[in-house]
């Protein structure tokens, strides 16, 4: 009977999975690229949210109380919500996965706060590549019996974003440098600057543009040959509507908190080189 029980609970503890929580939809991709199935990960803004504003269900608190590592990423609601995670869960291991990335100044940023840094360093696959070797660090820290494990995950991973990388270029190879892309909020400025392009934002502070902002950007878009608008489902898109039919250019859905991340990169590079999507 006694051998049972410690063959029961060596099992247990041998297949135990290492409970993750991250804030975003990308990040969960990212884990469990390294985590495999030695992972269960759980999102806190879920599609079509936003991590501006977002605040977590009764359910999501739950699964915070069960978490071993909770990865950040420094968006918005974190501000307000990691302490409570925190009290929630005095277990919680809190880990910042943009750890080692140099974030850039937010432009024409949601918030009124022009010195705020901007927090979408995951779509710049380069980015990706440093926040996988923080979460792969932190995975062998907390389960280190499978650290050979996540280190030839990661190494796969790091060649699937070496390949995304040459693959966007390509698409690019002909966009002229410092090409301009028009956006509703700008959220692709670490993707613009990996890739020797510019991003015009067409929101004011967060908010819809006034007739008058909204000429300036026709005028704009009409001198920097702009071939898209590009909007997200988080916000809305009554200026960008505007201002393509006016232009007559489209408007595409792109959210950088898409669950399709790759393809959602290479989407906006086939866009703005004028592809085919």
Do not use: C
Not at 171 to 188: C, D, G, Q, R
Not at 223 to 230: G, P, Q, T, V
């Amino acid at each position: 009977m006694k051998k049972l029980l410690f063959i029961l609970l060596f099992s247990s503890l041998a297949f135990a999975k290492t409970h993750i929580v991250v804030s975003i939809l990308p990040q969960k991709l990212f884990v469990d690229k390294i985590g495999g199935d030695k992972v269960e990960t759980t999102v806190m803004v879920e599609a079509g949210s936003s991590p501006h504003t977002y605040s977590p269900k009764p359910s999501q608190m739950r699964n915070i109380s069960n978490a071993d590592i909770y990865f950040t990423i420094g968006v918005e609601f974190e501000e307000v919500w990691l302490t409570k995670f925190m009290n929630q869960n005095r277990n919680l291991l809190l880990v910042d996965s943009a750890k080692g990335i140099k974030k850039d100044k937010s432009k024409n940023h949601h918030n009124k706060h022009h010195d705020e840094l901007d927090p979408h360093i995951w779509v710049n696959p380069i980015n990706v590549k440093i926040i996988a070797q923080n979460i792969t660090n932190s995975l062998i820290k907390q389960d280190e019996n499978n650290s050979n494990y996540y280190q030839e995950n990661l190494k796969n991973f790091l060649t699937e974003l070496d390949e995304l990388n040459l693959k966007i270029k390509k698409i690019l190879e002909k966009t002229p440098k410092n090409s301009a892309f028009m956006v509703f909020h700008p959220s692709w400025g670490y993707f613009a600057k990996q890739y020797g392009l510019r991003q015009i934002a067409v929101e004011v502070e967060g908010k819809e543009p006034k007739m008058r902002a909204l000429i300036k950007l026709m005028k704009e878009a009409k001198k920097e040959k702009i071939r898209a608008i590009f909007t997200q489902p988080e916000f809305s898109d009554k200026s960008a509507q505007i201002l393509a039919k006016n232009l007559n250019i489209k408007v595409i859905k792109a959210s950088p908190l898409a669950k399709n991340w790759s393809e959602n990169l290479i989407n906006l590079a086939k866009a703005i080189a004028g592809k085919e999507l």
